[in-house]
């Protein structure tokens, strides 16, 4: 990773242990939308499915997604101070700050991400956080921020837990690096073909700073 300056980390499932808080939302807006609630016999097959595959499933009108998607937002925004950072996660983003440029894309709230950050101490690491709050089209972002920090493809890369943030940067044009403590298993994310994948923070960390 020698040619990297930039690594761009997406924030829930990656930096945020979201998935608990996130299940909890989704089946409390159940009853409102008419959908199955998420069991915890169904958690690890749905860890197996794209976010797209996870709606189509869901049986929810694709028309609705939008005012589910705003629903959950302002749930989440109630909630998100009972986050967690990943363990072993803190140490190894104080690191990497020391040789390159960190900053956050993510489909969260700026404000959520922004007193996560101060809240566990590592609001220091990162130089931006750029949000998108649609479900899908991250790519379009990453383009942005490659343009304005006046860097080529090679110098950049992006970490996210699901396969919506392979295929960003794969429509970027960007390697990316996926982890497998997130939503999506380390199987789709293979089958998404990303360009490496980690199952610890510790081999995150090597990744970038091994020789």
């Not at 993510?106 to 101060?118: I, P, Q, W, Y």
Request: net charge positive; aromatic share 10%; with cysteine.
């Amino acid at each position: 990773m020698q040619k990297i300056k930039l690594i761009i980390f997406d924030f829930d499932g990656t930096i945020a242990d979201t998935l608990s808080l996130s299940i909890e939302i989704v089946n409390s807006l159940s009853s409102i939308y008419n959908y199955a609630k998420i069991t915890d016999e169904n958690i690890s097959y749905l860890r197996t499915k794209s976010a797209q595959e996870i709606v189509k499933l869901s049986g929810i009108p694709f028309y609705k997604v939008p005012s589910v998607a705003i629903k959950f937002h302002k749930e989440f925004q109630v909630r998100a101070g009972d986050l967690k950072l990943f363990d072993g996660l803190r140490q190894v983003l104080e690191i990497l700050s020391h040789n390159y440029e960190l900053g956050i894309l993510t489909s969260n709230s700026k404000s959520n991400v922004s007193n996560f950050l101060e809240k566990n101490n590592v609001s220091t690491f990162f130089s931006f956080i750029v949000c998108n709050q649609g479900l899908f089209g991250k790519s379009s972002l990453l383009k942005k921020i490659i343009k304005k920090k006046e860097l080529t493809n090679d110098e950049v890369i992006y970490v996210g837990d699901e396969t919506r943030d392979i295929e960003a940067a794969h429509k970027s044009k960007i390697k990316s690096v996926a982890v497998s403590w997130g939503f999506n298993a380390r199987d789709l994310l293979e089958k998404y073909k990303a360009d490496v994948i980690v199952d610890t923070p510790a081999e995150l960390q090597k990744l970038f700073t091994s020789k």
